[in-house]
């Protein structure tokens, strides 16, 4: 069975501090990894992850992929208020089927 | 645009009734999906469809129903609620060959006592 891992489940820091999220997977057939956002309601597309070792970036935020460890890490640095969100991580395994970590919560405060 | 809505946003139901919840988007993409998302679960594929008359099961998809009639909705039905289907539900779509980058709707906060 597929499977997504995100770690920590959640985490509080303080503005300024970079922050680095894990996701782990365990995969029959990989196609590609995603990063979502989450505030208030509904997830917001970060990025698409499906070669190893090419850094993904927007702004504060850069992910990376190891297809051979099958993890990721999503980095932001100089982090503020506006970071505080749920963080999902997922996995593209099957034609058209998406399987989503549990999520991390990041809390920023001032 | 109004991209893809659901409705209600709200939902208080009783075990056993059924009810559907409602989902359309004006974007003409021929992906479109359900979720469920429940605390420390992340979000769970219910039913998805890739085009008008075609759906498959995801995840989860018992105790729910779908159908696509046409390109624009997509339509989820519980068949006889029960308790464990208290969740949030999120409906989503995207271009078929662009699923990475799905766009979701508000989402329906659903009880059932």
């Known amino acids: 069975e597929d499977k997504v891992v995100q770690s920590p489940l959640s985490l509080v820091v303080h503005e300024g501090d970079t922050v680095t999220l894990n996701c782990s997977y365990e995969?029959?057939?990989?196609?590609?990894l995603l990063w979502y956002k989450q505030e208030k309601k509904a997830p917001t597309f970060l990025f698409m992850l499906?070669?190893?070792?090419i850094e993904k970036k927007s702004g504060r935020l850069s992910s990376i992929l190891d297809k051979k460890e099958l993890f990721s890490i999503l980095n932001i640095t100089a982090t503020q208020t506006g970071d505080s969100a749920i963080y999902l991580c997922?996995?593209?395994?099957?034609?058209?089927?998406?399987?989503f970590g549990a999520g991390t919560t990041v809390t920023v405060r001032a | 645009n109004a991209g893809v809505t659901q409705t209600p946003k709200f939902q208080v139901l009783k075990t056993g009734q059924s009810m559907t919840l409602q989902c359309a988007q004006d974007?003409?993409?021929?992906?479109m999906s359900w979720y469920r998302q429940d605390p420390g679960m992340g979000l769970r594929l219910i039913h998805y469809?890739?085009?008008?008359?075609?759906?498959d099961q995801g995840e989860v998809p018992n105790g729910y129903n779908v159908s696509r009639s046409t390109t624009e909705d997509f339509p989820l039905r519980l068949l006889s609620a029960a308790p464990s289907q208290t969740s949030v539900y999120f409906c989503?779509?995207?271009?078929?060959?662009?699923?990475?980058?799905?766009?979701f709707g508000p989402g329906t906060r659903l009880t059932v006592t």
């Open positions: 989503a779509s995207s271009p078929l060959d662009r699923v990475e980058e799905q766009y």
């Open positions: 995969v029959t057939n990989f196609r590609s």
């Open positions: 499906t070669s190893s070792g």
């Open positions: 997922a996995g593209e395994f099957n034609d058209y089927k998406l399987s």
């Open positions: 974007m003409n993409h021929e992906y």
């Open positions: 469809s890739v085009g008008a008359g075609i759906t």
